[in-house]
């Protein structure tokens, strides 16, 4: 899976996707800090990689363009710091094999992830 994570993610996240074997970037390698959620979206689509964020915005169905969207992670975490974001991912990379997650908006707490669909009421 290719994977871009976003400014609000601790590097240590899209290192560890890495080791487990996906093509991932960051917003920060690519100098895109600050730049527009439209921006960050519209990267993502022509890159053809999934966003991972903490910014709730992304978990605004309505941004999300079924034609074009390769998909959302949004870690909606209680803590945001590093060790928090690491462990959120360790338990969706499992998922990333068996469920549905292009086109798909993911909404990642500390106990379950929420799957919804693109213009789809929640499917998990």
Same mark, same amino acid.
């Given at each position: 899976?290719r ?8 590097? *240590?996240? *899209? ?8 093509? +991932? ?11 527009s959620? +439209? ?6 689509? /022509?890159? *053809? /990689?999934?966003?991972? +964020? ?10 999300m363009?079924?034609?074009?969207? +390769?998909g ?9 710091? /590093? ?5 959120a ?5 499992p ?12 909404v ?5 992830? /929420?799957?919804?669909? *693109? ?6």
């Open positions: 899976m994977f871009k994570t976003d400014e609000n993610i601790h590097p *240590a996240v *899209a290192a560890f996707l890495q080791r487990c074997g996906h093509d +991932t970037l960051t917003v920060w390698d690519q100098g895109m800090r600050g730049a959620d +439209t921006r960050v979206l519209d990267t993502c689509c /022509r890159e *053809a /990689r999934v966003l991972i +964020t903490m910014d709730l915005d992304f978990a605004d169905v309505r941004l363009r079924s034609d074009s969207s +390769t959302t992670i949004v870690l909606r975490l209680n803590r945001q710091d /590093r060790t928090s974001a690491l462990e991912i360790k338990r969706v990379v998922l990333v094999e068996s469920q549905p997650l292009l086109q798909h908006l993911w990642v707490d500390e106990r379950r992830v /929420r799957i919804r669909g *693109a213009l789809s009421p929640p499917i998990q």
